[in-house]
Nanobody, 121 residues
Framework: QVQLVESGGHLVQPGGSLRLSCAASGTIFSINYMGWYRQAPGNQRELVAD???????NYRDSVKGRFTISRDNAKNTVYLQMNSLKPEDTAVYYC???????????????WGQGTQVTVSS
């Protein structure tokens, strides 16, 4: 079993910055995928950015150039640096991790509890 602990969500003014963190712990052999998703009231959960084990990254168009995803493999932690925040970035942000517990093991998907990001003046 893997536990995810998220932090960093806050109220920030438009144009401000925040850094989200998500630390994975538990029985982990390898983490294949780490990503950040968000869900605003009345909307479906959507992918914000993700990073695979090889380091390749992917961003939704609306955050390109403003958000940066990174990971620290030694700490099993993924970060989301968010700059130039806009009111439309307001949402609950969820961490998503896909990991195995042993060599050649089954790949499981885990979700964090969510952290609120509010962009408002």
């Amino acid at each position: 079993q893997v536990q995810l602990v998220e932090s960093g969500g806050h109220l920030v003014q438009p144009g401000g910055s925040l850094r989200l963190s998500c630390a994975a712990s538990g029985t982990i052999f390898s983490i294949n995928y780490m990503g950040w998703y968000r869900q605003a009231p009345g909307n479906q959960r959507e992918l914000v950015a993700d990073i695979i084990s090889g380091g390749g990254t992917n961003y939704r168009d609306s955050v390109k150039g403003r958000f940066t995803i990174s990971r620290d493999n030694a700490k099993n932690t993924v970060y989301l640096q968010m700059n130039s925040l806009k009111p439309e970035d307001t949402a609950v942000y969820y961490c998503n991790v896909r990991a195995t517990a042993q060599a050649m093991g089954v790949l499981y998907t885990y979700w964090g509890q969510g952290t609120q990001v509010t962009v408002s003046s």
